[in-house]
């Protein structure tokens, strides 16, 4: 996308979080945060940018978003179903009771992968996230 096309799409988001969430500049950041793991716009790529204009469309906001909706399946570079499901079983085994919401997994994913959400990380991330909590499991193992 050029530079024009990414300004225009700034201003959609802003223009559609304003209609949501009026001058609540915290709840906004907050909730696109949420959303896509970054708290100010500019710090997306286009297709994220892009994907957050789409979601506030869906929220309420009467937007026109220029580019086409995202379609579903897997995002290359999210952690695949199989890594959640091998987090969130490496969780309960520590007896982290909530599973991906536990916040003690959150700390060691925040530490591990610098991401406040194993949805935010990368499919490298989800590895990493992985093999620290097999170490872990197998260090308190041989104690």
Same mark, same amino acid.
Request: glycine share 10%.
């Given at each position: 996308?050029?530079?024009? +096309?990414?300004?225009?799409?700034?201003?959609?988001?802003?223009? +559609?979080?304003?209609?949501?969430? +009026?001058?609540? !500049?915290?709840?906004?950041?907050?909730?696109?945060?949420?959303?896509? =793991?970054?708290?100010?716009?500019?710090?997306? /790529?286009?297709?994220?940018?892009?994907? *957050?204009?789409?979601?506030?469309? !869906?929220? +309420?906001?009467?937007?026109?978003?220029?580019?086409?909706?995202?379609? =579903?399946?897997? /995002?290359?570079?999210?952690?695949?179903?199989?890594?959640?499901?091998?987090? !969130?079983?490496?969780?309960?085994?520590?007896? *982290?009771? /909530?599973?991906?919401?536990? =916040?003690?997994?959150? &700390?060691?994913?925040?530490?591990?992968? &610098?991401?406040?959400?194993?949805?935010?990380?990368?499919?490298?991330?989800?590895?990493?996230?992985?093999? =620290?909590?097999?170490?872990?499991?197998?260090? !308190?193992?041989?104690?």
């Amino acid at each position: 996308m050029n530079k024009t +096309g990414r300004g225009r799409l700034l201003f959609i988001a802003h223009k +559609g979080a304003k209609q949501l969430w +009026g001058d609540d !500049e915290e709840m906004r950041r907050s909730i696109q945060e949420i959303h896509t =793991g970054h708290r100010s716009c500019t710090a997306m /790529d286009d297709k994220v940018l892009t994907r *957050w204009c789409w979601k506030l469309k !869906e929220m +309420g906001a009467d937007i026109y978003v220029p580019d086409p909706a995202p379609r =579903g399946g897997q /995002d290359l570079t999210k952690p695949t179903t199989r890594q959640l499901a091998q987090i !969130e079983q490496l969780a309960f085994e520590r007896g *982290w009771e /909530d599973g991906l919401n536990d =916040g003690r997994l959150r &700390g060691f994913i925040k530490r591990t992968a &610098g991401v406040d959400d194993v949805t935010f990380a990368s499919r490298k991330q989800a590895t990493d996230i992985i093999s =620290g909590l097999r170490r872990w499991k197998k260090q !308190e193992e041989s104690k």
